[in-house]
């Protein structure tokens, strides 16, 4: 074998790597298992909508102690670089397998580097490492987290000093340093000896509680949820994450006492021994939290994602049947809630959404005068816009940002989508509900009928490897050059490709230019309103299709939603 992931797989044979990993990387290559080997090391991971994320086994295509190592001497050597003086960084990490590992493995590499760096002593949600950066003046922020991913998986996101993912142009200065490193370059303290020299401490009790003292300053009406909170039975999961201890105590807090957390979910378990996909999106993830719900007559059931950053909804339909509710519907709510009580006390109120989330939202943020930006999808995003126009702009008062993929924020305390912060919103909206003698979906349904009826549909294609890259590539590259003209019968109006640019009409003749940045997103939209979304991911190996329909009821929007998918995926030839 002759090949450039040869070479690469042969550097983990030194003694800078410890003997389990040596003695796997040397039978791999004894066997000549060239599959095995170029998809572990063909290709470095890289930063993107979400950081670093990958499946964890031996190589520089994966997670371990050492893509993790090498991506934090090149952040610590970024962080020097740009900074003078006493240097500062915070660390969280969720319950997966190795992420309390990874979590003390980036910690003593940045004490190596003389950077002074806070830890969680325990599991923690990533909007409160978020919160935590500002809180502690900290340069940077580092989570260990794979979000929803299934067990194999693990991650890394960096924040800047303001709260917030790195974007552009940073999060390229941060991967061109870590390119410069090598593994043998990479310098590490012991755990323990940096502990004892100061070099490494643990978040202090005070943060946690300032944190949750904000959070619950979101609400519209705290003392009305002290007052009434108790009167709405909810159901809660973490699906064994972070949020297992944060979340209903925050929860019991704010006055909403009638909590009851799914027991076989309770505790914080990175195998996800009772889902096989622990993600709030994913309706097979709900089976045990509806069933307690249904046990204990709740009114309500919400899921933290394990990293608690995002939060699922099951409200009870008019047949009292539990109905899972989309981004989009909670998102809804949530916006309608929280500008029809404070659009008016401000004088240049503002939300923020992205482009693959509802147009409802725009329509609920028409109606309350209050000012609505689109992002590029990632939360990232949304979190630069607010730091930008807290600096230029500080007369605008942020209200919400959101996005479909179950990602909220309501309040300045963090520069990240905050599935707690959500949990308490979406507690204030059932416990209204409650006391008005209506449901919550009732809410979502008067919504309906006083903006019109909006449906969306995402669908998730996973490929796989090397050649499910060419596939992803292949798509996307259809699309740019030979798009669908036309969608449930209705004309091509507009293109926008957000990686070239460029928008064009219906008939290809280029019109204007994108305003956000280059990013490798394709957007159609149609003269009914019908919009169809393709983006790869940046952090796993799938493509998202994100369909939009809206009409005069809802019969006639469902059946235009479910053309668009099928013409389309007749379309790029996807089964």
Not at 479 to 507: A, C, F, H, V, W
Request: hydrophobic share 35%.
């Amino acid at each position: 074998m002759n090949n450039s992931f040869l070479d690469n797989a042969k550097i983990w044979l030194s003694e800078n790597f410890d003997e389990d990993t040596r003695k796997k990387v040397k039978s791999l290559i004894d066997s000549e298992d060239k599959d095995s080997l170029r998809e572990l090391f063909y290709a470095d991971l890289e930063f993107g909508t979400g950081g670093m994320r990958g499946k964890m086994d031996v190589g520089t295509n994966r997670m371990n102690i050492y893509t993790v190592g090498r991506a934090t001497q090149g952040l610590a050597l970024h962080i020097v670089n740009k900074y003078n003086g006493e240097i500062t960084a915070v660390i969280a990490h969720d319950t997966r397998r190795n992420s309390k590992i990874f979590c003390e493995r980036a910690a003593c590499v940045l004490a190596a580097n003389n950077i002074t760096t806070w830890i969680f002593s325990e599991p923690t949600p990533t909007p409160l490492l978020s919160f935590a950066v500002r809180y502690l003046k900290a340069k940077c922020g580092i989570v260990i987290t794979a979000s929803h991913n299934p067990p194999e998986y693990n991650g890394y996101k960096v924040y800047g000093n303001d709260g917030c993912q790195l974007v552009s142009p940073e999060d390229g200065d941060v991967m061109a340093k870590v390119k410069e490193t090598t593994f043998d370059q990479v310098k590490s303290a012991d755990f323990e000896e940096a502990v004892k020299e100061g070099k490494i401490m643990f978040v202090p009790q005070a943060l946690i509680q300032s944190y949750e003292n904000r959070v619950i300053d979101c609400l519209t009406d705290k003392e009305r949820c002290i007052r009434e909170g108790k009167n709405v039975s909810i159901i809660y999961s973490p699906l064994h994450g972070a949020g297992y201890k944060i979340t209903p105590e925050i929860l019991k807090k704010a006055g909403f006492t009638n909590v009851q957390v799914v027991p076989e979910q309770s505790s914080p378990d990175g195998e996800f021994p009772t889902v096989k996909y622990p993600n709030p999106e994913d309706e097979n993830a709900w089976k045990l939290i509806l069933d307690f719900a249904v046990e204990k007559n709740a009114d309500i059931a919400m899921a933290n994602d394990p990293d608690a950053d995002r939060i699922g909804l099951a409200v009870r339909d008019d047949k009292r049947n539990f109905v899972l509710l989309n981004g989009n519907q909670t998102g809804a709510l949530m916006l309608k809630h929280i500008l029809s009580r404070k659009s008016t006390k401000t004088i240049k109120p503002y939300a923020v959404k992205t482009i693959v989330t509802s147009e409802l939202w725009s329509k609920i943020a028409e109606y309350y005068k209050t000012e609505i930006f689109d992002t590029l999808t990632g939360f990232k995003y949304i979190g630069e816009l607010i730091s930008g126009l807290e600096k230029k702009s500080p007369e605008m008062d942020f209200l919400m940002g959101g996005e479909e993929s179950y990602g909220y924020l309501t309040g300045t305390h963090a520069r990240d989508k905050d599935g707690i912060n959500a949990a308490l919103i979406i507690a204030e909206i059932a416990s209204e509900a409650k006391s008005e003698n209506t449901t919550t979906w009732n809410k979502l349904q008067s919504i309906y009928g006083e903006f019109g009826f909006f449906r969306e549909k995402l669908l998730n294609f996973t490929f796989e490897g090397i050649e499910g890259k060419k596939k992803i590539e292949g798509i996307m590259s259809q699309l740019r050059n030979n798009p669908p003209k036309k969608s449930t019968g209705s004309n091509l109006i507009l293109l926008k490709d957000y990686l070239q640019k460029e928008i064009s009409d219906g008939r290809g003749t280029l019109i204007g230019e994108t305003d956000l940045p280059v990013s490798n997103v394709i957007s159609l939209e149609f003269e009914n309103g019908t919009k169809i979304v393709a983006r790869p991911s940046g952090t796993e190996p799938k493509i998202k299709l994100y369909f939009f329909a809206n009409g005069k009821d809802e019969p006639e929007t469902e059946k235009r939603l479910e053309k668009a998918v099928s013409e389309y995926l007749l379309h790029l030839g996807i089964k």
